[in-house]
């Protein structure tokens, strides 16, 4: 049952834990089976710290915590154990997780249902743009909305508890969950967290920020090890939960893999150590939908709720390694405490609290196991207006990479081509499964696959809208859905005042297989022949546009300087108006102003690629020796120039940057302890010095003093403003001493380097600095 490197790690419980004596049985009993395993000198080692710290009544946590704790104290040892365990994967729960109701004290249950851009198989629901887009925006308060708007359809819903956001850097290219997070920069990540949760938890949805740490590819996520060292994991993967944590999260889901041999579930450094005790999560730690691989080491690890309870995939049997048998077990054989129990406990009736999902909650009103079961399903529409905000969303998130001459926008064409199937409806639509297991690559691509994925009411296309748009313009549109007949795409191309050229590319979850894409992308090149049918367009048509939906980063070097390509529009995973938001940037009635929120390289050697599934090793160990060199950094550290660097996108307009100036604020004394509170503001001016109006994202970068042996930039700061022709803006960005900090792995904490900062407005992570100054 132990695993060769999970075992490595706990056996240190027996030499450093204080806690030994408590748990002489359990503790003898991995050591032996341990020992025989230790002797690797290259093994991987995750420290051991125990116990679990108890949740806290501080903060903003403070009623719900105190709530919580009275409630419970009138509950038996196994009600409280019954909260932590989910109802095994099956009907009667109406969710893709249930916690069931307990009757003998009342609580109504809780439902816990995917997915990060929407609920998950329902119906009469929005199908939101991916996290990938939302990053794109650059735009705070799209973010706030979005999270609001998809809390408010959870909660119409009846689901307590949403399976997102996630918040996984992106560090390999073919990554297939790329997409539900939010780009490949921890700031911007962390960013688009806190106001995604922010805005979920003010509908009172509890939201989860996942995967708990280190689950940056699809390919072998349930076996391999993310080895990950202590100053990259606090720098890079861990801020986003920091953020998360900030904004008052509800729960943490961890992830399937192991880091540093010890699978996350249990991993007492991560959850114990640095979740619960130096984030101060006050919240629930939940498992993957079976990624929970033991029981009393998960217990004694940190996790509170194992999802959805069943012990791995293939064992439907009733059996579970929790349930309230076996937690009660444990206390009753002396290997856990009563008081961990009590805690996990603790944590999700605070989390319900906290939300104030204890008053007026509504009863879940569908049946994600059945939708056509009219006894369990009320059909309740909970899409508002929310169509709205997903097609400005989706055309806020557009970026437009190339522009030749103004290509864009199109200006009254006589003539245009539509050709490549991205730019049709799907055949499968109507499909209930489609997009969350996509069957496969069909028609214009809006999400990725996989549980990250909800089923879409509608999607709009890009040619009905092109078609509707252009109507009163009168112009002739040919379209074709053929990629592959290059010569018949020549012919159509040639004459038409501009062609119109769609492709994508696609991924997914490890739990379904696309096109040979096991969830991570196989290639990071065109799907369906893209790059031959751009070419083939291009030969015959002196203005090809070329629009890419893609799950993230995308070669384009085949034919991205073609003269005849003289516009690239990078759409992303726009959501069901996705076709609305491309013709609304078409056309000129919203100017793009999306930032790629990843870097697309020249050259592939230069990415981090994921593992290949021909590795043979029993525990794949991936190791992060690239360190805080992740997207741009790597870039930056090693002079390297890609096709497009992250941060970059174009305008119909132009701005400009003016009279930097940086302040250093003087604090409280409260304040000053307050690693987190502003230090420095950092004031300058913005124009917009074209001839329409557009919306700008000025981007702070510091350069640490080089005794930090930082990469020789990072982003601290950014914001959206929106300009009429000639008007200008003052901008002020705050930093903070975290801001200005390294994690000192010596200390075990945040230290500012002492030197001089430089402070660089940029238009991307790697363009001349616009305006400098220095701290
Ligand atoms: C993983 O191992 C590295 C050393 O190789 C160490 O710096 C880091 O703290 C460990 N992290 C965890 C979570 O065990
Ligand atoms: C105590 O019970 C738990 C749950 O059944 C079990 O995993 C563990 O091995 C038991 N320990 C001992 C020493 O019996
Ligand atoms: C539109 O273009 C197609 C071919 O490109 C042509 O056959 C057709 O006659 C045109 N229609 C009009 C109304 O001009
Ligand atoms: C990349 O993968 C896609 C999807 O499987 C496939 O259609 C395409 O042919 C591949 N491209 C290359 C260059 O291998
Ligand atoms: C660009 O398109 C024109 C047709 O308008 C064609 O004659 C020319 O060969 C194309 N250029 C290239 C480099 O393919
Ligand atoms: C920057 O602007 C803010 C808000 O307008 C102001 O409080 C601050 O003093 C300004 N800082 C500088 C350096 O001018």
């Not at 109406?94 to 069931?100: I, S």
């Not at 009753?332 to 008081?339: A, D, L, T, V, W």
């Not at 009163?472 to 040919?478: G, Q, Y």
Request: aromatic share 8%; net charge negative; hydrophobic share 40%.
């Amino acid at each position: 049952m132990l695993h060769l490197l999970g075992a490595v790690a706990l056996v240190a419980i027996v030499s450093t834990s204080p806690e030994v004596a408590a748990f002489p049985l359990s503790l003898s009993s991995f050591a032996a089976s341990a020992n025989r395993l230790v002797a690797r000198a290259d093994a991987v080692y995750s420290p051991p710290v125990y116990p679990t710290p108890e949740t806290r009544a501080t903060g903003d946590w403070t009623v719900a915590v105190n709530k919580a704790k009275a409630e419970l104290s009138t509950w038996t040892l196994a009600e409280r154990a019954a909260l932590a365990t989910g109802d095994l994967w099956q009907p009667p729960g109406l969710c893709v997780g249930n916690v069931k109701p307990i009757a003998s004290t009342g609580f109504p249950g809780l439902c816990l249902q995917d997915a990060p851009v929407g609920v998950r198989v329902a119906d009469l629901v929005s199908a939101f743009p991916s996290g990938v887009n939302v990053a794109a925006t650059f735009d705070r308060t799209l973010m706030f909305s979005r999270g609001l708007a998809m809390g408010n359809e959870f909660k119409g819903k009846g689901v307590n508890i949403a399976l997102g956001p996630g918040m996984n850097p992106a560090r390999t290219a073919e990554g297939g969950r790329n997409w539900e997070g939010f780009g490949a920069d921890p700031y911007l990540q962390g960013e688009a967290a806190y106001q995604t949760i922010t805005g979920m938890q003010a509908s009172g949805v509890q939201a989860t920020a996942k995967h708990f740490i280190g689950n940056e590819e699809e390919h072998l996520r349930i076996e391999s090890s993310s080895n990950i060292d202590d100053r990259t994991l606090h720098e890079i993967y861990l801020h986003p939960f920091l953020r998360s944590v900030q904004a008052n999260v509800a729960n943490v889901m961890t992830a399937y893999n192991q880091i540093n041999g010890s699978w996350a579930a249990q991993n007492s450094k991560l959850n114990n150590g640095i979740l619960k005790g130096e984030l101060g999560f006050s919240g629930t730690v939940m498992s993957d939908w079976a990624g929970a691989r033991s029981g009393l080491a998960s217990a004694l690890g940190g996790l509170d709720m194992n999802m959805p309870g069943v012990p791995n995939w293939l064992t439907f049997d009733g059996t579970s390694y929790w349930g309230v048998d076996n937690l009660l077990k444990m206390v009753s054989n002396g290997s856990m405490p009563e008081s961990r129990v009590t805690d996990m406990a603790t944590r999700i009736l605070s989390s319900w609290y906290l939300l104030g999902q204890d008053v007026d909650f509504p009863a879940t009103n569908f049946n994600g196991w059945d939708l056509t079961d009219e006894a369990t399903n009320q059909h309740v529409n909970v899409q508002d207006d929310h169509y709205k905000l997903i097609r400005q969303m989706g055309s806020s998130a557009t970026v437009l990479l190339k522009n030749t001459n103004n290509a864009l926008p199109l200006k009254n064409p006589k003539s245009l081509l539509v050709i490549g199937d991205d730019a049709f409806p799907s055949s499968k639509n109507g499909d209930p499964n489609f997009y969350t297991y996509r069957g496969g690559n069909d028609g214009t691509l809006a999400v990725g696959w996989g549980s990250g994925a909800n089923d879409f009411p509608y999607l709009v296309d890009p040619l009905s809208a092109i078609i509707a748009r252009s109507a009163s313009l009168k112009t002739n549109v040919t379209s074709s859905r053929n990629n592959f007949d290059l010569a018949a795409a020549g012919a159509l191309a040639g004459g038409k005042d501009a062609a119109l050229v769609f492709i994508n590319s696609n991924s997914g979850e490890a739990v379904s297989i696309v096109d040979g894409n096991d969830g991570d992308r196989n290639n990071i090149s065109a799907w369906g022949g893209g790059d031959q049918l751009v070419l083939a367009v291009a030969a015959k048509n002196k203005n090809t546009i070329v629009i890419v939906h893609s799950v993230g980063v995308m070669d384009t070097e085949l034919w991205i300087d073609h003269p005849n390509v003289t516009a690239v529009v990078w759409a992303g995973l726009p959501g069901q108006e996705s076709g609305n938001s491309c013709a609304d940037v078409l056309f000129g009635d919203v100017n793009p102003s999306g930032r790629l929120p990843y870097t697309i390289a020249k050259d592939q050697s230069h990415y981090v690629h994921a593992t290949p599934l021909s590795n043979t090793e029993s525990h794949p160990q991936v190791t992060y020796s690239e360190k805080l060199n992740v997207d741009y950094r790597h870039f930056a550290a090693n002079n390297l120039k890609p096709r497009f660097p992250f941060g970059f996108g174009l305008s119909y307009t132009k701005f400009s940057y003016s009279g930097l100036s940086i302040k250093t604020l003087s604090l409280t004394s409260a304040q000053t302890t307050d690693l987190h509170a502003p230090k420095y503001t950092v004031n300058f001016t913005v124009q917009n010095c074209g001839s329409v109006s557009g919306e700008d994202v000025p981007q702070l970068y510091l350069t640490f003093p080089s005794s930090a042996s930082e990469p020789p930039r990072v982003l601290r700061g950014f914001t959206k403003v929106s300009l009429a022709a000639g008007k200008s803006v003052s901008v002020s960005l705050a930093l903070s001493t975290y801001d200005l900090s390294i994690w000192d792995v010596v200390k075990q904490k945040w230290v500012k380097p002492s030197g001089t900062f430089k402070v660089v407005v940029a238009t991307d992570a790697l363009a001349a600095a616009s305006l400098s100054g220095s701290i």
